[in-house]
């Protein structure tokens, strides 16, 4: 689908404000030059000439239903194509529920969500929250933490790393797999469960994350009172979650495979 020069970010129903804002603000701190920037929603998707020139596409956080909701059928198609073809994906918390094959979400309340996603980009299933279920609500931070997660990507390997967390999944499936690769982990929970995985998708590859490695303390309301127990944490490993992201970034517009 063309030469690849260019940052697609998702901006339609589903995606949360905060999350986007946070986006944008690590992609336009990085030190590195980016490819330009531009912005997907529902009807674009559909065409496949919005791919022409595009290296990576952004789910953000938010929620994982309008996501299916709206890009079901020829846009999840034309994404799948995209990266089999040598694209890369990459999904936060929402986003990653959304490129997984199946969601298992507050299981047990009021919030359950459980079903088959189309997108597959993960042959396996999207758990969530991963600290457990019964406290996430919608659009507050009553679900926060300042995950803790022990990183092994290229030269980052970080045994002693924070990041925002509210609602974000784990992964169940076979990472014995060459094609599938465990990024993070999260250590505060027992069996030390996937945080971030990299899978190769054809051509292309996907790396999906259920913890927020965008979202700087800068993005974040330290007068909140759910924020206020964990800003503190999200601030002393504020360096080495910005090395987190910009290497996540690094390793999906690299050219040279999975």
């Known amino acids: 689908m063309g030469i690849k020069q260019k940052i ?3 901006k339609d129903a589903g995606v949360g404000g905060k999350s986007f804002r946070a986006l944008m603000h690590s992609l ?5 030059q980016l490819p330009c920037i531009e912005l997907l929603d529902r009807h674009s998707a559909r065409e496949k ?3 022409l020139g595009a290296r990576l596409l952004i789910m953000p956080g938010g929620r994982d239903l ?4 709206h890009l079901s059928g020829e846009a999840v198609g034309n994404i799948r194509e995209w990266v089999e073809e040598g694209g890369a994906y990459f999904g936060i918390c929402a986003g990653a529920y959304f490129g997984s094959s199946f969601v298992r979400f507050e299981e047990g309340t009021s919030l359950e969500i459980q079903g088959e996603r189309e997108l597959k980009l993960f042959p396996g299933e999207a758990v969530g929250p991963a600290f457990g279920s019964g406290v996430f609500r919608y659009n507050t931070e009553a679900g926060v933490r300042a995950a803790a997660v022990s990183v092994s990507l290229g030269s980052l390997e970080r045994e002693s790393l924070r990041c925002y967390f509210n609602g974000g999944c784990t992964f169940r499936g076979d990472f014995s797999s060459p094609f599938c690769k465990v990024v993070a982990t999260y250590p505060e929970i027992a069996g ?4 971030i995985i990299r899978c190769a998708v054809g051509r292309g590859q996907a790396i999906l994350s259920g913890v927020h490695p965008e979202f700087s303390i800068t993005s974040l309301n330290k007068k909140d009172p759910y924020l206020q127990a964990v800003y503190p944490l999200l601030e002393e490993k504020e360096k080495e979650r910005k090395a987190l992201f910009e290497s996540l970034i690094a390793a ?7």
Do not use: W
């Open 8 to 10: 697609l970010v998702y």
């Open 28 to 32: 336009e701190s990085m030190e590195r």
């Open 49 to 51: 000439s919005a791919f």
């Open 66 to 69: 309008p996501y299916v909701e």
């Open 192 to 195: 030390n469960p996937p945080a």
């Open 252 to 258: 999906l517009l690299c050219t040279e495979g999975f």
